[in-house]
């Protein structure tokens, strides 16, 4: 009987209600999307570093070694290529992953992307480095991105490749190991890529559990005159629990499934976004059965459960709803709470264990969220107490009546404030390093210097390169001859290529490309996880604003046809937003910039300060331009000459 | 005693319906008109077309001499915000705003200061009976209440026309008619006049004079005797 009863409601609600469903169907769509996203994110990194980590290897237990891995960094253009070094150490040797069998010793296996290079590029800057031609391509499951550029090459156990060691600078690559199979571990470094892309999943996932909760709640703003109806004619709590969510689930299960049909179509767009050095496969980002099902499962259930929460009012009272009084203030312990997470802050470092943080900054996100309603009423009373013009006095009345529905309007923009705020705090500045263009350095680890210094000197010779060969110590040093273009300095690389076992001749650049990559992905993911917050901010401002139409529009109808200047109305609407938007959209910055200083790095850059402007300023015409869009359903629902409630 | 508001030759359609079929109406200075009918009669597009909220297809209004149906939308409102006062069933507070700022809102519109604008609506609030309810908010006051707020808050401007359509239809007959003599007894001494739009014998009692509307035509009673 509930379930049919629903059913006509939701019919019958008329074009407005059906409206308001389409809007409720419209968010949780855009937060499915989004959340299918930001879970798909971690699983995609994860997905990476698995694909990396037989180029990682754990040494073999005593006399279980099948094969020798080492690997190291060489350069082509601005790119890094990594060169695995294989040698079996006998006829059980393993084939890695995403090769048909074990390179044998001299062969060469290049992925399709540095196999394409060492075609088009000349061979004096690129394809001398290996032995040619190649004797296979490397499948993706060897590769971190399609883009990748990787070289594995078979050796003999004693060649010198095999048994040199790397040294311990960063980008030196990892010394031979003995191994007992090439599955491997995930590396350190990806581990601070699963790290940032959790932080991140935390930091756009907050937001749009609110945003879900208010797309919930937007269904139950349009049906509680109803539903109070229904209880005023003797429908028992659980009839009306049970209708509403009903509702809810329903309009939330179809909202999800257009969501990640939404996110199947977006997949080859986000595949382009560029995170160490390349693309993503698409496999990487769409997300398994488990993940698709628990996300088709909860969307609904959490929307559910957010309506029953925001229909409690009814349940408890009839006469609630019905009669509009005035609502309990909002309890100061609210702000506490988030007083209480952010003192705990300060006692956080990167050495506490990364649950901890992540814990403490999604509490911390929570907490900022439980104690805006309370902020929006406080700065309504003031509003309202100061105001001298209808329309201030209107938003003001309105901020303090409902400071939860205000709140909603401007969490989203609020949330991304404190977002912006704990990023910009911790982007440290460019890497400022003085790299002289056409210096080429290696490292000397076995032999005098002097002589491999002379060997430069030959193969540079002979390869009609005009260059200044010294030696310092272990370090010897090329300054190539000429104007330093990108081509001449590969005719270097090439012709040093194995001048030092296990050793690449480098730029400064080069030493630097590690650190400018993963500041390069930092930036990145700032702008993806503000774009996320923002279209999740903006959405739920337009949202809010047109429900808020919605549930005003006979007032809003009798006012205009008494002569209120519909731009009175507007400008209330417009304060409504602006106002809590200005003060609550600097305290979350503040907060999240306040959460951010126990683990920067070095002192912010001016990129930091860049993003954290360009998000004001975004996040204000962003919202104002969504309360501007639903101008047209001010007009139109003032225009009725004779409202009536529905 | 002159016409403050007259209605001449109005005709309005929707669609194929004709809802105001050559419809001639006259108001005196604080005079109390009842227009009656059932319902789709025409009424409502009557007090509408006379309010300047809907534009006749035909016919003219006029404000004491000034034709309001040719005024732009700008004009009309501002005309319903300063010369016209209005009432309607329900829903027309703001449930935000406490019943004293309810009524000093139209004031405020019209420029005056939030101070000023609140210490005159105070002011009716003793002769309306509702001393001591100015701080409620209009969930907190009775539909009486509520409706006697409406009633200070459409003389509060000291309009020339108070324009009330069913203004007891969500009351019980008794605060329905306690609300009636308020509205009829305030607007008269206001000077303004009072047109009541209702299908109730009860309400049309307390006006001077009743108007019957059926299909889109007056029966008896557009001009005064």
């Not at chain 2, 239809?169 to 305030?186: C, K, N, P, S, V």
Request: charged letters at 15%.
């Amino acid at each position: 009987m509930n379930l049919d009863l629903t059913w006509r409601l939701l019919r019958g609600g008329g074009p407005r209600g059906l409206l308001g469903t389409w809007l409720t169907l419209g968010a949780v769509a855009v937060s499915t999307m989004l959340l299918l996203f930001a879970v798909t994110a971690n699983f995609a990194f994860q997905a990476r570093a698995d694909r990396a980590a037989w180029r990682n290897p754990v040494p073999a237990a005593e006399g279980r070694a099948v094969a020798v891995e080492a690997d190291r960094f060489d350069y082509v253009r601005d790119m890094v290529i990594t060169v695995v070094d294989l040698a079996a150490l006998g006829p059980d040797a393993p084939a890695p992953p995403g090769l048909a069998r074990f390179p044998a010793p001299g062969e060469v296996w290049l992925s399709p992307a540095l196999a394409e290079l060492v075609r088009s590029l000349p061979a004096d800057q690129l394809a001398n480095r290996f032995t040619t031609p190649a004797a296979g391509v490397l499948g993706e499951q060897a590769l971190v991105h399609s883009e990748e550029l990787v070289a594995v090459v078979g050796h003999e156990p004693g060649s010198p490749e095999m048994t040199a060691e790397r040294g311990g600078a960063p980008n030196a690559g990892r010394s031979p190991v003995k191994v007992a199979d090439l599955s491997g571990e995930r590396s350190r470094d990806s581990g601070v890529y699963q790290v940032l892309a959790l932080i991140a999943s935390v930091l756009m996932v907050v937001p749009l559990l609110v945003f879900g909760g208010a797309a919930a709640r937007l269904t139950v703003a349009r049906r509680d005159q109803r539903l109070a109806a229904l209880r005023l004619v003797g429908a028992t709590p659980g009839q009306v629990v049970r209708m509403t969510v009903a509702e809810a689930v329903v309009v939330a299960f179809a909202g999800a499934l257009a969501g990640t049909a939404g996110y199947a179509l977006a997949v080859p767009l986000l595949t382009r976004v560029r995170i160490g050095g390349g693309p993503w496969f698409a496999a990487d980002l769409w997300p398994g059965p488990p993940v698709l099902a628990a996300v088709l499962v909860s969307v609904p259930l959490l929307v559910g459960l957010s309506a029953v929460v925001g229909l409690r009012r009814v349940v408890v009272g009839p006469l609630g709803v019905a009669k509009r009084e005035t609502p309990p203030a909002l309890r100061f312990l609210r702000v506490l709470a988030l007083l209480a997470v952010l003192a705990v802050f300060p006692l956080l470092s990167l050495d506490v264990h990364l649950g901890v943080i992540a814990v403490a900054l999604a509490l911390a996100f929570l907490g900022v969220n439980l104690a805006g309603p309370w902020v929006v009423a406080v700065i309504g009373r003031i509003t309202a107490g100061s105001a001298r013009t209808p329309a201030r006095l209107l938003a003001g009345r309105r901020l303090v009546d409902d400071p939860r529905s205000a709140w909603r309007t401007v969490s989203g923009v609020a949330m991304t404030g404190f977002v912006a705020g704990f990023i910009g705090l911790l982007s440290p500045g460019t890497f400022t390093g003085e790299a002289t263009p056409g210096l080429l350095s290696v490292t000397v680890t076995e032999g005098r210097p002097s002589a491999v210094a002379e060997r430069a000197r030959e193969r540079l010779g002979e390869a009609g390169l005009a260059a200044t060969v010294r030696h310092s110590g272990k370090l010897v040093t090329v300054t190539l001859a000429g104007p330093a273009d990108p081509a001449a300095v590969d005719r270097g690389r090439t012709a040093l290529a194995g001048l030092v076992p296990g050793r690449t001749p480098t730029t400064g650049a080069d030493d630097e490309q590690a650190g400018v990559q993963l500041l390069a992905d930092v930036g990145v993911g700032t702008v993806v996880v503000l774009s996320v917050s923002f279209l999740v901010a903006i959405a739920s401002a337009g949202i809010t604003a047109a429900s808020s139409i919605l549930d005003r529009r006979q007032t809003y109808a009798l006012l205009c046809l008494a002569g209120t200047p519909l731009e009175v109305l507007d400008r209330a609407r417009r304060a409504e937003t602006l106002i809590p938007l200005t003060v609550m959209g600097g305290g979350a910055i503040a907060a999240g910039a306040f959460c951010a200083a126990p683990f920067m790095i070095g002192p912010p850059g001016v990129n930091g300060a860049i993003t954290l402007l360009t998000c004001v300023a975004i996040g204000f015409a962003g919202v104002v331009g969504a309360g501007a869009l639903s101008r047209p359903l001010l007009r139109s629902v003032t225009a009725d000459p004779a409202p009536r409630p529905d | 005693m002159n016409d403050v508001l007259v209605g001449r030759s109005l005709t309005k359609r929707f669609g194929r319906t004709v809802a105001l079929d050559g419809v001639d109406i006259a108001v005196r200075t604080a005079e109390a008109v009842a227009i009656m009918g059932p319902s789709g009669s025409g009424k409502s597009t009557l007090l509408h077309c006379l309010a300047g909220v809907t534009g006749p297809d035909s016919g003219e209004v006029h404000l004491l001499g000034r034709r309001v149906d040719t005024m732009r939308e700008r004009a009309r409102s501002a005309l319903r915000r300063t010369r016209f006062g209005f009432v309607f069933q329900f829903g027309q507070l703001l449930p935000e705003l406490p019943a004293e700022e309810n009524v000093a809102l139209p004031l405020m519109l019209g420029g005056v200061p939030r101070r000023q604008a609140v210490r005159q609506a105070r002011e009716w609030f003793g002769p309306l009976g509702l001393a001591g309810m100015e701080t409620r908010r209009p969930g907190e006051l009775s539909g009486g209440q509520a409706q006697r707020v409406a009633i200070a808050r459409a003389l509060v401007t000291e309009p020339a026309v108070v324009f009330a359509d069913e203004p007891t239809g969500a009351l019980d007959q008794t605060t329905g008619h306690e609300t009636m003599r308020l509205l009829t007894e305030a607007t008269r001494h206001n000077g303004a006049c009072l047109i009541v739009v209702t299908h109730d014998p009860g309400v049309a009692a307390w006006c001077d004079r009743t108007v019957e509307v059926r299909d889109g035509r007056l029966l008896t009673g557009g001009m005064a005797a």
